[in-house]
């Protein structure tokens, strides 16, 4: 069974940083690309990053280039997204997930992904 599971979330005050962890179990993570999404109150959930499996390659969203990125420890199972500058429009539950087949790239698109993780809050105070 494929698990993934977040943390690192909490309450920040504008212009800290927090650094989001996702540990994934039941695949082999060295082979599946990863990415972050984020969803605010009376929102869609949106694209936040991606990373290719290798961690070769990856991609942001046009709201965190620049403030956010996304790395990857394959001998630790472990995707992190570390988020600085934060901004009070940054407060979401943030999710991590894991691509539907291996050796893809670092998709933008929910479908490219099957697994979730329950999602960690964050919370930025102006």
């Known amino acids: 069974q494929v698990q993934l599971v977040e943390s690192g979330g909490g309450l920040v005050q504008a212009g800290g940083s927090l650094r989001l962890s996702c540990v994934v179990s039941?695949?082999?993570?060295?082979?599946?690309?990863m990415a972050w999404f984020r969803q605010a109150p009376g929102k869609e959930r949106e694209f936040v990053a991606a990373?290719?499996?290798?961690?070769?390659?990856?991609q942001h969203a046009e709201p965190v280039k620049g403030r956010f990125l996304i790395s990857r420890d394959n001998a630790k199972n472990t995707v992190y997204l570390q988020m600085n500058s934060l901004k009070p429009e940054d407060t979401a539950v943030y999710f991590c997930?894991?691509?539907?087949?291996?050796?893809?790239?670092?998709?933008?698109?929910?479908?490219?992904?099957?697994?979730w993780g329950q999602g960690t809050q964050v919370t930025v105070s102006s």
């Open positions: 997930a894991v691509a539907r087949e291996p050796w893809g790239l670092d998709y933008v698109r929910e479908i490219e992904y099957d697994y």
């Open positions: 039941g695949r082999r993570f060295s082979r599946y690309a």
């Open positions: 990373i290719t499996w290798s961690g070769g390659r990856s």
